[in-house]
Structures are given as structure tokens and as C-alpha cells.
């Protein structure tokens, strides 16, 4: 079992759904990450939240909305995506300043 | 910028026999660190080894070493005494150490072990 917890595992929705993604941790990290990874390829970072303030934003299209309610918590909020938006959503999180990220299983997201 | 090069897409190996996974950096940060995680096909990311730029020593982590060799730019993984289990995708990332907290991930190697 990983230390981060994400849910759901799996999503189905339709392109004009709103949905939103839930990432918890309790390790005391300040830093937490949004990646999205297509098969067979490596994680694509999306968002980084830093002592709950977005601190990286990698020109992601604005149907993909992170919340950082607090450092536990970290939300990504779906809404009108699109086929190519289907993929893995993996979490992550780490000490502000120090390594290593502790990634969740990941909610596989498929949009229909 | 950093960039990660994996050139095994893919490794074939028999049980209990040690494998080298390769990987070769490129980065401009003065201070960066080295990663291996380790992603079985039902998808969490498993953290492995890390590898400070600074570190006299190369990282042991059970069966796992990373062999850092600065000045090649390579940190390659070795598993030792390989298990059915090991079977999976396996990526090597950079961080460095100022500015942003990006990890930059290589293309991955498929690691199968055969019994």
C-alpha cells in the first residue's frame, strides 16, 4: 500500500461531465504534484503545489483545475474534457525542498 | 534543462540472475539528484534508489545499487538476484536543485524475468 492515496481508481465520463480527482497524504510533505501519463510513455508533470500554493503550472489547458484545499489534500478538477485527455493521473508528493516523490497507484481516467 | 536517456527499451532476463538497467543524464544544475522508480503494469510508481549529485558513495537500497558515475553522466541501476516480481517497467529521472521541483523522466525500460 502506498502513503499516498488516491481515488477513484478508475473513472468513466462523458465530455460534458464535471469530475474531480482526490489525492490525501499524512506524511508531513509541503510539496505535491499532478503528472499525467499515456501508455507506454513516462509521466508528463502537470501542476506543482508548494506549502499549498501553485508553484508550477506546465501550460496545462484549463479543463484540468488543481486545488490545494490544505497540505494534505490536493483535488483536480475535470471538467469538458476530451478523448485525449484519457490517461493515468498520478499524484505525488514530497518535503518542499528535498527528494524523493511518493507517487499514489494512480486513478486511470478514460473519457468517452 | 535536463534530459534522461534510456536505450533498453526493453531487457529479457532469467531468474536470480543481476540485471543492469542503463541510463545516462544531461543537466545544467550544479547540484541535481538521480532517481530509479519502478511502475508494474498495474500502474502505481514505486520509488526505488536515489542518488545525491554530491554523494561520495553510490546508493544501496537492498537488491537495488545505482552505479553513479559522475563523470560519464550515467547512473545505471543493478538488480541483484532477481526476482518474478521485478518484472516491469522501470524509469530513471533528474531533479536538480534550484528552481523548479520538475522531475524529468527517461522513456522507460520493460523489464521482464524469465523463470
Known amino acids: 500500500d502506498t502513503e499516498v492515496t488516491q481515488t477513484p481508481k478508475h473513472l468513466v465520463m462523458g465530455m460534458t461531465n464535471k469530475k474531480s480527482l482526490k489525492c490525501e497524504q499524512h506524511?508531513?510533505?509541503?510539496?505535491m504534484y499532478w503528472y499525467k501519463q499515456k501508455a507506454k510513455k513516462p509521466p508528463e508533470l502537470m501542476f506543482v503545489y508548494s506549502y499549498e500554493k501553485l508553484s508550477i503550472n506546465e501550460s496545462v489547458p484549463s479543463r484540468f483545475s488543481p486545488e490545494c484545499p490544505n497540505s494534505s489534500l490536493l483535488n483536480l478538477h475535470l471538467h469538458a474534457l476530451q478523448p485525449e485527455d484519457s490517461a493515468l493521473y498520478l499524484c505525488?508528493?514530497?518535503?518542499?525542498?528535498?527528494?524523493?516523490?511518493?507517487f499514489g497507484d494512480g486513478t486511470r481516467l478514460s473519457i468517452l | 534543462a535536463q534530459k534522461i536517456t534510456q536505450t533498453q527499451p526493453g531487457m529479457f532476463v532469467q531468474e536470480k540472475e543481476a540485471v543492469t538497467l542503463d541510463c545516462t543524464y544531461d543537466?545544467?544544475?550544479?547540484?541535481?539528484?538521480l532517481f530509479w522508480y519502478k511502475q508494474p503494469s498495474s500502474g502505481e510508481m514505486i520509488f526505488l534508489i536515489y542518488?545525491?549529485?554530491?554523494?561520495?558513495q553510490n546508493a544501496t537500497e537492498g537488491r537495488y545499487s545505482l552505479n553513479f558515475q559522475k563523470a560519464r553522466k550515467s547512473a545505471n541501476l543493478v538488480i541483484s538476484a532477481s526476482q518474478l516480481g521485478d518484472s516491469a517497467m522501470y524509469f530513471c529521472?533528474?531533479?536538480?536543485?534550484?528552481?523548479?521541483?520538475?522531475?524529468?523522466f527517461g522513456q522507460g525500460t520493460r523489464l521482464t524475468i524469465n523463470p
Open positions: 505525488a508528493s514530497s518535503h518542499a525542498s528535498s527528494p524523493p516523490q511518493h
Open positions: 506524511m508531513g510533505h509541503r510539496a
Open positions: 529521472a533528474t531533479r536538480g536543485f534550484q528552481g523548479a521541483q520538475k522531475l524529468v
Open positions: 542518488q545525491g549529485s554530491y554523494d561520495q
Open positions: 543537466t545544467s544544475d550544479p547540484s541535481y539528484g
